[in-house]
């Protein structure tokens, strides 16, 4: 009888072992980055492709998802392909990110790159990720939205915190998705070698200024986030010969859309590549 009943508790004990481990597997999400740059060291395209993944892998650590990274060369074949396959889970987080020449077809408030393949419009990329069924989704172009024309200027950083419990509000509370365009149709989009391009500076930035202490902040994090990539970008295009408002569209769960402020190194060449 004794050995009966010491079996039975080695075997609850291994059941419960198994049972725990099971359920950390289970739980664990995982943190999606596509990241789509050109490497050109003038329009600081090249800082944001070895500045972004870095960002966005720290972000993933400090949330505690498993980070899944591709990043391509804007020239590379198969982008299309690779969004659309994408298979994620329920808590899952998609991250599609653009840093390069950029242009606008004058039909559209949202600008668009192209390569041999296709013609990557930002609001078609947006489409496709919102409809994937996960957690949160975040698509941003930091290019021109404008016909023709350069991305380049002489600012400085403003600088950017890292609190990972902010992040956890962005990335693994917030439901929904959100886009963001670095300019608004018919502007430009800087940067320089330096500091990369400047709302994609401004958009780091920001996720380590806002506050999310109370239920109010919280709920409107993005909304905050949107305010001072706006505030911090228009800071870095100060002396720019032009200026440069980023657009968001916020489709958050609880949260109202406050509208778009309707991204730009802009394209030189035309593309006849089909629409992705």
């Known amino acids: 009888m004794k050995l009966f009943t010491t079996t039975w508790r080695i075997c609850l ?33 090249a800082r944001d492709r070895t ?51 950029g242009s606008n077809a004058g039909s559209s408030q949202w600008p668009m790159f192209f390569n041999s393949e296709n013609r ?12 994937k069924s996960c957690r949160f989704k975040l698509v941003m172009f930091d290019c021109c939205n404008h016909r023709t024309g350069a991305r380049s200027s002489n600012r400085r ?14 990335f ?11 300019s608004k149709a018919g502007e430009y989009s800087y940067g320089n070698p330096l500091v990369g391009g ?9 996720l380590g200024q806002v506050s999310y202490q ?14 001072k990539t706006i505030s911090n970008t ?10 440069q408002t980023p657009v968001f569209k916020l489709d958050i769960e609880g949260v109202s859309n406050s509208g778009s402020n309707p991204v730009c190194a802009p394209e030189k060449k035309r593309s006849n590549a089909p629409d992705f």
Request: net charge positive; hydrophobic share 40%.
């Open 214 to 227: 109370t239920a109010t902040q919280q709920k409107n994090i993005w909304k905050n986030v949107k305010t």
């Open 157 to 170: 950083s403003t600088g950017s915190a890292l609190p990972a419990s902010a992040y956890v509000f962005l």
């Open 234 to 243: 228009k800071a870095l295009c100060a002396n720019a010969p032009r200026r």
């Open 51 to 101: 500045r972004v993944p870095q960002e966005f892998a720290q972000i993933a650590r400090l949330i505690d998802m498993d980070l899944k990274k591709r990043e391509f060369d804007r020239y590379d074949r198969g982008i299309g392909n690779y969004i659309n396959s994408l298979s994620v889970s329920a808590d899952d987080v998609i991250v599609v990110y653009y840093s390069g020449p």
């Open 198 to 206: 400047y709302c994609t500076d401004g958009f780091f930035s920001a």
């Open 13 to 45: 004990v291994c059941i419960f072992l198994i049972s725990g481990i099971n359920k950390d597997s289970i739980a664990r999400s995982t943190f999606h980055a596509i990241i789509i740059t050109q490497n050109d060291v003038a329009i600081g395209s």
């Open 172 to 182: 693994k509370k917030t439901k929904g998705s959100v886009m963001i365009a670095s």
């Open 120 to 131: 990557f419009k930002l609001d078609r990329i947006y489409t496709k990720v919102k409809a």
